[in-house]
């Protein structure tokens, strides 16, 4: 009986496991406890941190860093490093300064 359910476990998560996918932070941005800025930071994540998503709730993204679980905005995530290249230069129109403004 305990060996079904724990494959029953086991099979229910395999899916979630797989839809994790590698995206890049493109600035500095509060990994938090939950979704929103009303949840505690954890840590602050560095630009062109490797991330991987889990899941996407109102503008906030479930992810793991470095074997940490948490939250950041959106805003903050893509799922393309070329800004991590050297020499990058960001389009002129609308872009931020990379800092956090607190999410």
């Known amino acids: 009986m305990f060996r079904n359910?724990?494959?029953?476990?086991?099979?229910?998560?395999?899916?979630?496991?797989?839809s994790a996918s590698e995206a890049w932070t493109?600035?500095?941005?509060?990994?938090?406890?939950?979704?929103?800025?009303?949840?505690?930071?954890?840590?602050?994540?560095?630009r062109c941190a490797v991330i991987d998503t889990h899941e996407w709730q109102d503008g906030w993204v479930r992810a793991s860093w470095?074997?940490?679980?948490?939250?950041?905005?959106?805003?903050?995530?893509?799922?393309?490093?070329?800004?991590?290249?050297?020499g990058y230069r960001p389009a002129a129109s609308g872009g931020h300064s990379g800092y956090s403004r607190g999410y």
């Open 66 to 86: 470095q074997g940490r679980y948490g939250w950041l905005s959106g805003r903050y995530v893509s799922d393309s490093n070329a800004h991590c290249n050297a």
């Open 26 to 46: 493109t600035g500095g941005v509060n990994f938090r406890s939950g979704p929103s800025t009303h949840y505690a930071v954890i840590t602050t994540l560095p």
């Open 5 to 18: 359910l724990l494959i029953a476990a086991t099979l229910t998560l395999l899916p979630a496991a797989a």
